[in-house]
């Protein structure tokens, strides 16, 4: 069955940057997508940002803004979450989660995912 491990999470000062990474296995990622996911404490889970097996992205929060971006590298199996001019706001346990499918814009809904990781913290503070 399909496997998420994220790595990455940190203590970072407000404005820095941050990249998590997402180690996939048990499954082919020409027919899965792959999406990073946060949850603050207290809150709902949000859907950060989602790449299908069509390689197709979509930023869900501030896309406007381009403070996250994110790729995947079949050869080596992992999806990575680059994220830049980092707030307070977003800190969090960031979580990568998949399903299969070529494409991956309902990833919005965090429910409609069947497989997930254990997260990452992050944590932005001065």
């Known amino acids: 069955q399909p496997q998420l491990v994220e790595s990455g999470g940190d203590l970072v000062q407000p404005g820095g940057s941050l990249r998590l990474s997402c180690v996939t296995s048990?499954?082919?990622?020409?027919?899965?997508?792959i999406g990073w996911f946060r949850q603050a404490p207290g809150k709902e889970r949000e859907a950060v940002s989602c790449?299908?097996?069509?390689?197709?992205?979509?930023v869900f929060i501030e896309p406007e803004q381009d403070r996250f971006i994110i790729s995947r590298d079949d050869t080596m199996r992992t999806v990575d979450l680059q994220m830049m001019r980092l707030r307070p706001e977003d800190t969090a346990v960031y979580y990568c989660?998949?399903?299969?499918?070529?494409?991956?814009?309902?990833?919005?809904?965090?429910?409609?995912?069947?497989?997930w990781g254990q997260g990452t913290q992050v944590t932005v503070s001065s």
């Open positions: 048990g499954f082919s990622l020409d027919a899965y997508g």
């Open positions: 790449i299908g097996a069509d390689g197709r992205s979509t």
């Open positions: 989660g998949s399903d299969s499918g070529f494409s991956c814009g309902h990833y919005r809904d965090y429910t409609l995912l069947p497989y």
